[in-house]
């Protein structure tokens, strides 16, 4: 099992730029979410998934959209990229139960000039 | 939300136990408490979690508060490998929204 796979690493924008941070996992988990994590500070949730074709908003939703059309991938999307995004954002995944932890992947850096 | 508390801050010597608190008052009777930490530079990891009774793994204990108000993440003997950001967290019936914070950095002095 290859986990929770965040791609791209690095990414570097402009502001006004539009992009998609992907992720993918391969473990079947119903549960999928996205945090973002500014320096020196904590995880923020911005969007989580219980399930394919169902989203909700965490803490920190606006500017982001997210979608989930298959159980495996989760991808994030910038729709118009501002300095205030940059951050390194983690995925997570789960299988559905209170009792069941959390995956994460590697994470995204992300910068916006 | 049910919401968790935590210093921003603790430090241990090498070889030494380190007892991580979380309050967690407004915990709901389905709650489970779970303890994840994060490395420099790396992504969260998973370390513990529990509903009622004290456990036990290969990384560290929890023991939870006869009332579930409080728990304490307990390294038997911390490494300078156990230097990391120790985050409490809720998972049960209303909380599909699991909220980090800001958990505690530990640091360990050899």
């Known amino acids: 099992n290859a986990g929770v796979t965040q791609t791209p690493k690095f990414q570097v924008l402009k502001t006004g730029q539009s992009m998609t941070l992907q992720c993918a996992q391969d473990?079947?988990?119903?549960?999928m979410s996205w945090y973002r994590q500014d320096p020196g500070m904590g995880l923020r949730l911005i969007h989580y998934?219980?399930?394919?074709?169902?989203?909700d908003q965490g803490e920190v939703p606006n500017g982001y959209n997210v979608s989930r059309s298959t159980t495996e991938d989760f991808p994030l999307r910038l729709l118009s990229a501002a300095p205030s995004q940059t951050s390194v954002y983690f995925c997570?995944?789960?299988?559905?139960?209170?009792?069941?932890?959390?995956?994460f992947g590697s994470g995204t850096q992300l910068s916006v000039l | 939300d049910a919401k968790t508390t935590q210093p921003n801050s603790m430090e241990s010597n090498e070889e030494e136990p380190v007892h991580l608190p979380c309050n967690h008052s407004?915990?709901?009777?389905?709650?489970?408490i779970h303890w994840y930490r994060q490395l420099p530079s790396q992504g969260p990891e998973y370390v513990i979690h529990?509903?009622?009774s004290n456990v036990n793994n290969r990384m560290a204990s929890l023991a939870i508060a006869e009332d579930r108000k409080s728990s304490t993440l307990i390294l038997h003997r911390a490494t300078l490998r156990d230097a990391a950001v120790y985050y409490c967290?809720?998972?049960?019936?209303?909380?599909?929204?699991?909220?980090f914070g800001t958990g505690t950095r530990l640091q360990v002095f050899p």
């Open positions: 997570a995944s789960s299988v559905m139960g209170w009792n069941e932890k959390l995956f």
């Open positions: 473990m079947n988990h119903e549960y």
């Open positions: 998934s219980v399930g394919a074709g169902i989203t």
């Open positions: 407004t915990i709901s009777g389905t709650d489970y």
């Open positions: 529990g509903l009622t």
């Open positions: 967290i809720l998972r049960g019936q209303n909380t599909d929204k699991l909220i």
